[in-house]
């Protein structure tokens, strides 16, 4: 049974939940990010944000434990409960992508004490790619406008004890996302070696904006940092990126992927077949994050289709 | 480099500089890093702030500035022998600097437009200081990054290696979650530039201007290709990079000569 709240009344209600709640929610600054929610009128909730959820869960820097003379203390992390609202079927999506690989304690932690809210994505963008993601249904609570009404879907206990006193549905509503954009084919592992690759890397800039700004891009950094005349420090875990010479660096100075086409395949190749091997899913989740940050219009979707269209004529 | 001594006593260091502003020794002692420093290196002689009157050797000397005069080479000769190690401090020591924008300009007419007069006066030409001693740390930026500094002096300290940051400046202006300064119509050199400095101009609003050095796996043609489509010409581009590490710039556009169409 679907509950139902007025748009107007929105605003109300998550004002509601911010008394209980760290409530987190888009908004516009110069870009649309996530952000921890002083009031709710700031909640811009007409376009996808570029800025993902990640930096909630996987901090740009995170410590992990600090020592003194040997000796090692873990840091206890806040469990504060938190709401995420204004979560599109991509950043839900890239949640449990995150679920498979990241284990660690502080994760699985904030991870426990976020509660997921959905909305429908009435226009995806030029860069939208979802359906092509074979994407789950995965939210706590899900919304869906129609009129001057949302229509709330409920996926978990935790979510039906949000909205308990709001008024019960008179029919159902559910839409499906409409993209414009599509990944014909994603079975490319043996397009690797394809000449279609070498006029994207030869565009591409190592910035690391697409794996920033992807949702579900987790590759990290471990730095021992030790005080000043002190036997002591921190170990710190920070945001890296596959785009970059040095995080494929290792002791000695060899460097295993050299190269701007092995980092930039690389890229599209975890996404779309190593990770599909281990877990039998993607792990792009087709937000279209990467194309949308990349500055020099870098769309390795287009790539691949074209790969494949090419394909297709020769038979 | 091990440097750590038997009797386990404080570093000697040096803190000098050749032809230049004198901003980056006036950094070292701005807010605490002098201070954090301090507790580390025995400073031996800084002539910015107390007279020099030690004739010893020391275990690491920093220099700012650029080479411009005789007498630069002379004093840099002696400081490399007295010395174990050199650390070139900030961008004029470690790229030719502000200085060295002089290098891409007509001689005779730079030195006619700022002394119009002083017929005497004889034009010289600003390099940087590894073209006349060997140099082994470079902390650049205009002015160096105060938590760059520390950091190099704590890992000397503790006979750990140090390294810059070889990562271009747009991953940690992405990472703070900047909108990006070439889509808004500002010209960046973010992308081809050595971060270290937490992004520091973009993160104001002002496109990056490269004064940590251009990036080791900068993409120069595609770099520049992308800024011609956004309506730049080569001249701004160039202008750009030669304000303050020039010469390292040209060393990199050689290497991809393509890029200006020689």
Not at chain 1, 199 to 219: G, I, M, Y
Not at chain 2, 19 to 35: A, H, M, R
Request: aromatic share 10%; glycine share 6%; hydrophobic share 30%.
């Amino acid at each position: 049974m679907q509950k139902i709240i007025e748009k107007k009344e929105l605003n109300n209600f998550v004002k509601s939940l911010m008394k209980n709640y760290e409530v987190i929610a888009p908004v516009k600054r110069k870009i649309a990010r996530f952000e921890i929610l002083k009031n709710p009128e700031d909640m811009y909730l007409d376009e996808i944000t570029l800025v993902p959820l990640k930096q909630f869960f996987l901090p740009e820097n995170e410590t992990l434990f600090d020592f003194k003379n040997n000796k090692i203390k873990k840091n206890k992390t806040e469990g504060r409960k938190r709401i995420v609202f204004g979560l599109r079927k991509c950043d839900l999506n890239a949640l449990l992508v995150l679920d498979r690989v990241m284990s660690y304690p502080e994760y699985i932690k904030k991870r426990q004490n976020t509660i997921l809210v959905g909305l429908y994505c009435e226009k995806p963008d030029e860069f939208c790619f979802c359906n092509s993601m074979e994407l789950e249904e995965h939210y706590d609570l899900f919304f869906y406008a129609s009129g001057d009404k949302y229509y709330i879907s409920i996926g978990s206990k935790k979510g039906a004890l949000l909205v308990r006193n709001l008024d019960n549905a008179d029919k159902e509503v559910k839409k499906e996302i409409k993209n414009f954009k599509k990944l014909e084919n994603k079975n490319i592992e043996k397009d690797y070696s394809n000449k279609k690759w070498d006029e994207d890397v030869e565009k591409c800039l190592s910035c690391s904006a697409c794996t920033v700004f992807c949702p579900t891009c987790n590759c990290f950094d471990i730095q021992d940092v030790k005080e000043l005349s002190e036997n002591s420090g921190k170990r710190i875990k920070t945001q890296s990126s596959c785009q970059l010479k040095s995080f494929s660096e290792v002791a000695g100075g060899k460097i295993f992927r050299e190269s701007r086409a092995s980092r930039f395949k690389h890229f599209v190749y975890h996404k779309i077949v190593f990770y599909n091997k281990r877990f039998n899913k993607y792990m792009c989740v087709g937000c279209g994050r990467c194309l949308r940050a990349c500055p020099t219009r870098i769309d390795w979707v287009e790539t691949i289709n074209s790969i494949k269209s090419k394909k297709g004529d020769k038979k | 480099m091990n440097l750590q001594n038997k009797n386990n006593s404080k570093l000697k260091a040096g803190i000098f500089g050749i032809s230049g502003c004198s901003g980056c020794l006036l950094s070292i002692l701005f807010e605490d890093t002098f201070k954090k420093i301090n507790d580390l290196l025995e400073i031996k002689s800084f002539p910015l702030i107390k007279e020099d009157k030690y004739k010893g050797d020391f275990d690491i000397v920093f220099i700012e500035g650029t080479v411009v005069f005789d007498d630069d080479i002379i004093f840099l000769d002696e400081i490399r022998k007295r010395s174990k190690i050199v650390a070139a401090l900030g961008a004029c020591s470690c790229f030719g600097g502000v200085p060295s924008i002089k290098n891409f300009k007509d001689d005779e007419k730079t030195m006619r437009f700022v002394y119009p007069k002083h017929n005497h006066l004889k034009s010289e030409k600003p390099t940087p200081i590894n073209l006349h001693i060997k140099v082994d740390y470079y902390l650049p930026q205009c002015p160096p990054n105060k938590e760059e500094i520390v950091s190099f002096v704590n890992h000397l300290a503790s006979g750990t290696q140090f390294k810059n940051c070889q990562d271009p400046v747009c991953m940690e202006c992405r990472k703070k979650g900047n909108a990006c300064l070439l889509e808004e119509g500002e010209l960046c050199l973010g992308p081809v530039s050595n971060g270290g400095c937490s992004a520091l101009c973009p993160s104001n609003g002002v496109g990056c201007y490269g004064c940590r050095g251009p990036s080791k796996d900068a993409n120069m043609n595609a770099y520049t290709a992308n800024l011609k489509k956004r309506g730049y010409n080569k001249k701004s581009i160039k202008d750009k990079m030669e304000t303050f590490a020039g010469l390292s710039f040209e060393e990199e556009m050689e290497k991809d000569s393509k890029w200006l169409g020689k």
